[in-house]
């Protein structure tokens, strides 16, 4: 799996948040991550008001010390398989064709 950690801002101060990453978010530069350790860290808002959440779409800059972390009795994979080797780079490409 690979692991990262994101900082976020609460009432009482900055929190490390240990975070795996679950692929791709709906735009460029962006990335599903799922908070690990039982953690709920971040809220949300539905119809019924807000409620505690272990997966956000967040800036791909804001996840620092990525990492690939075997876990304990599964075979090693190797980290293209996972993710395409320009997934973090992914921002850094525009589309320049325009349409008259």
């Excluded at 948040?17 to 539905?46: C, D, H, M, Y």
Aim: charged fraction near 25%; aromatic fraction near 8%.
């Amino acid at each position: 799996m690979v692991v990262g950690m994101i900082t976020i801002g609460t009432c009482y101060g900055d929190a490390d948040i240990p975070v795996e990453l679950l692929g791709k978010g709906p735009r460029p530069g962006t990335a599903w991550v799922k908070a690990l350790n039982g953690l709920q860290p971040f809220t949300k808002i539905s119809h019924g008001g807000p409620y505690q959440d272990d997966t956000i779409v967040i800036p791909l800059p804001l996840v620092r010390d990525v990492h690939l972390e075997m876990e304990p009795g599964k075979e090693p994979v190797e980290a293209d398989k996972i993710l395409a080797p320009d997934w973090f780079l992914e921002s850094a490409y525009e589309d320049r064709t325009y349409s008259e």
